[in-house]
């Protein structure tokens, strides 16, 4: 039987930015991780740190990733330092492509309700086809335009995956594998989580295990409403850089290569696999959107799930006492805001009332009855 | 070829092209893909396109391949050739041929892929001028070019001695033969196997020849090495090597070709989640079929080298019985004579390849640590210490060690870094083997351009194959 004051419930960059701020809060922590095959975003992520159109379903969500990117540079910096891993993150403006008229009207009434969000101090364009070109020559004549914001940019996931699995090592974190969570228990002192194997007995725990979090808030009694959404990306082959503007369709990696996506497939369960018809989709936008990728290798495709609650946003709930709820889609765009304040909240036992919004109860009494 | 079979082989080597011939006499509609320009796998690779005096100087075995694949390619069954499958999904193959998407539709699927090269990572094994000595061997199939001389080979089992061979007949002396073999005396192991080597005499001929034709050739035969290391600049210029009893000593090379025995060829398997096993004695994954050959993924069978080492004379055996089941699945009458032929091969088979394995214990693979400097991902230039450093930060498996370090992450997904990334990141770990397991192999399983694969051919195109 291991012991901690605190256990997190989750292997990825979520469970992890949550447990390295609390080690460095001095707390005794363990990370209870599932094994090599688990589903994990983490491993699967595009590597935005990102802001646009994030809050359109829920206000209070514009101004927490705003602040979100504007720390993690400081992030950045630290884990540089602390683990020698560069995350090579890189902040010099994002773009979202729309390849018809449609999709860039869509685009502009979404930016506008983002917007609105935060009373006009959020900078961001809608650009032409001429305007895009203008900003990003390789872009297609097709292209029908996109939106532009100064905010977003990018890191490297895995490299921050590694980075945070480092840090909470030398931070002295205890780390366990191969021990996902079958059942919870509440004990005089906390919590009693069952891995099949052993149990560990903590006084606070936190739910960060991505989808995993649906079963684990049944364990509870709460009913996580977060569902898979697929999403598809394709790798190409080492490329020169030719652009530094981030966009959701194509990205450049530190690595050389680069990242195409994407899709957004809700029906596909748990299935990480990928398919033709959307790999073949995925392929013919990105020759429209960037014509000089016509003849660039593609050496690898893969599927990951998105962790997708009813409006997009993420969830942080106190969903029985002591008990966390740390769940969002975007786990690198969140990852400094997770580590300073998030973990901060675990530590002192409360989520501040100004939270409140990111709270379970948004969603109604139905998400505590259907699964 | 036309849009829609009954079976699709993928390979035409030894056990692809018997399988097709099975079915074809069955009246069953069958495609053969493969990405070579013609039959014969990595065995018989180009065995018709040589001069009956050029394929002598390759052995007899390579004359008799050659003739299979001729009755193969006189056969009447459709193939096509430099294929390269990109994807499979449910009952289609999507694959790449002279730069153009195509596809085919098959009820059932038959992976005949064969093996590779037991990957052995060593310091200095990624220099231009060290090469598998399988590889190298197949290079002299297909190109009939022998580059210039300096070859010091390095490894153990029958393939070694063949290829050391082959060059004294193409006129190049090899400098020495660095016996890498982890038993001390074969001929011990061999009067355990005494029954089984009766059965197999030729085969023991065969072996015995090679050596005595080396020793007559004086070429120097050096026993008991357990540790090797290429050095060079650009390309090869030294072959160190470490014997049992710690003397170490090295030699001038142009060209090192090392082979410690082969495994079977797990890519396809893996990418269609196909089940595989850990096999703890050949310390390589191998999959898991019924007796028939039908995997874990129904209506896909493994056959030939690919279901497990047997050698090419075995491959057409289980190719045989899988062809036959599934005629029978397909409501024909299974040829009960040749299931039972063929059950009785394989039985031979298997009882000379447990000799072969007990006779040849692969001493660097199996009896040294990957050296820390040894490049084990060649196409992400990952170094072992690196993979070293991602297990000591928690990565359990091939999975996480990847996101770590990205070790078979490049163009070959782990095709050559996976086996030896799952012996290390076991030893390591402390874990089994078994439990760290293999790569996620992703489609599409060969590089193509983003035109290629968004400009599919219709279907109504690829009639002619």
Request: glycine share 12%; aromatic share 6%; with cysteine.
């Amino acid at each position: 039987m291991d012991e901690a004051e605190i256990a997190v419930i989750g292997g990825g960059i979520v469970a992890l930015s949550v447990a390295v701020g609390l080690r460095r809060l001095g707390r005794r922590v363990v990370v209870l991780d599932e094994g090599d095959s688990a589903i994990r975003a983490s491993r699967g992520n595009f590597g935005l740190v990102w802001v646009q159109g994030k809050g359109d379903l829920l206000p209070i969500y514009t101004p927490w990733a705003m602040g979100a990117v504007e720390i993690w540079p400081e992030l950045a910096e630290w884990l540089q330092e602390f683990t020698g891993i560069d995350v090579s993150l890189e902040q010099l403006g994002g773009l979202y492509l729309c390849r018809s008229e449609a999709d860039l009207a869509l685009r502009a009434a979404k930016m506008a309700s983002v917007a609105a969000n935060v009373q006009g101090s959020y900078r961001y364009s809608m650009l032409d086809n001429k305007a895009l070109r203008a900003l990003v020559p390789q872009v297609g004549p097709e292209v029908a335009g996109g939106s532009y914001s100064p905010y977003d940019g990018q890191a490297d996931p895995l490299r921050l995956f590694h980075a945070l699995h480092r840090a909470y090592r030398r931070l002295g974190g205890h780390y366990l594998p191969g021990a996902g969570v079958a059942s919870i228990a509440t004990t005089a002192r906390g919590y009693s989580l069952d891995t099949g194997q052993t149990r560990i007995a903590a006084e606070r725990i936190v739910l960060a295990a991505g989808l995993g979090n649906a079963a684990l808030g049944r364990m509870l009694g709460v009913e996580v409403p977060v569902k898979p959404v697929r999403g598809q990306i394709l790798v190409t082959e080492r490329v020169p850089k030719v652009f530094d503007l981030v966009m959701e369709q194509a990205r450049h990696t530190p690595d050389g290569t680069m990242l195409i996506g994407g899709s957004w497939e809700e029906g596909a369960g748990h299935d990480t696999a990928t398919s033709h018809d959307v790999t073949r989709r995925i392929a013919s936008d990105a020759q429209a959107f960037f014509p000089f990728l016509k003849g660039v290798n593609i050496l690898r495709s893969w599927g990951a799930l998105r962790i997708i609650t009813p409006d997009a946003s993420p969830i942080y709930d106190e969903v029985a006492p002591g008990a966390f709820l740390v769940t969002c889609h975007s786990g690198v765009s969140l990852a400094a805001v997770h580590m300073q304040t998030v973990a901060g909240w675990v530590d002192k036992g409360a989520i501040p009332a100004e939270m409140a919004d990111f709270g379970l109860r948004r969603f109604g009494n139905h998400h505590e009855a259907a699964p | 070829m036309t849009g829609m079979v009954d079976v699709a082989i993928i390979g035409a080597g030894p056990a692809g092209m018997a399988a097709a011939q099975a079915l074809h006499v069955h009246g069953l509609r069958v495609s053969v893909l493969d990405e070579r320009a013609g039959p014969g796998g990595n065995v018989h690779a180009a065995a018709l396109d040589h001069p009956p005096e050029g394929a002598a100087l390759l052995g007899r075995d390579y004359v008799r391949g050659a003739q299979a694949a001729r009755a193969f390619a006189q056969s009447g069954v459709p193939v096509a050739y430099g294929a390269s499958v990109s994807r499979i999904e449910g009952e289609t193959i999507h694959y790449l041929q002279h730069g153009r998407l195509r596809q085919i539709t098959a009820g059932r699927l038959m992976l005949a892929t064969g093996a590779i090269e037991r990957p052995v990572p060593f310091p200095g094994w990624h220099l231009p001028g060290v090469m598998g000595a399988g590889a190298f061997q197949l290079m002299l199939k297909q190109s009939r070019v022998v580059p210039a001389g300096g070859y010091v080979l390095c490894g153990t089992g029958p393939l070694v001695l063949l290829v050391a061979c082959q060059l004294l007949a193409l006129g190049s002396r090899p400098l020495a033969l660095l016996e890498t073999n982890a038993v001390a005396s074969p001929v011990r192991v061999g009067a355990a196997h005494l029954s089984t080597l009766a059965r197999n005499a030729g085969a023991v001929a065969k072996g015995l020849s090679y050596m005595a034709r080396l020793r007559l050739a004086g070429v120097p035969v050096i026993s008991g090495v357990t540790g090797v290391e290429a050095k060079g600049g650009e390309t090869l210029q030294s072959v160190h090597y470490r014997r049992r009893d710690g003397a170490t000593a090295s030699l001038d090379a142009g060209m090192l070709l090392f082979h410690e025995g082969v495994i079977p060829g797990t890519q396809l398997g893996l990418a269609l989640d196909c089940r595989h096993r850990w096999d703890s004695d050949q310390q390589c994954l191998v999959p898991v079929t019924d007796e028939w050959g039908e995997s874990s993924r129904a209506g896909t069978f493994i056959v030939g080298d690919a279901a497990g080492i047997l050698g090419a004379d075995a491959a057409p055996h289980s190719a045989m019985l899988a062809a036959q089941r599934i005629a029978q699945q397909l409501g024909h009458r299974p040829d009960a004579r040749a299931v039972a032929a063929a059950r009785r091969a394989l039985e031979q088979a298997s009882g000379f390849r447990r000799f072969l394995d007990a006779a040849y214990r692969p001493g660097v693979a199996f009896g040294t640590p990957i050296a820390d400097e040894a490049m084990i991902c060649r196409c992400e230039q990952v170094t072992a210490a690196t993979l070293r450093a991602a297990v000591r930060d928690g990565a359990r498996g091939p999975a996480q060690a990847k996101a770590f370090s990205r070790c078979g992450m490049g163009l070959c997904q782990g095709r050559i870094c996976g086996n030896a990334a799952t012996r290390l990141i076991a030893a390591d770990s402390g874990l089994d083997a078994a439990a760290v397991g293999g790569h996620h192999v992703r489609f599409p399983l060969k590089p193509l351009s983003l035109a290629e694969l968004a400009d599919e051919a219709p279907q109504t195109e690829q009639a002619d194959g």
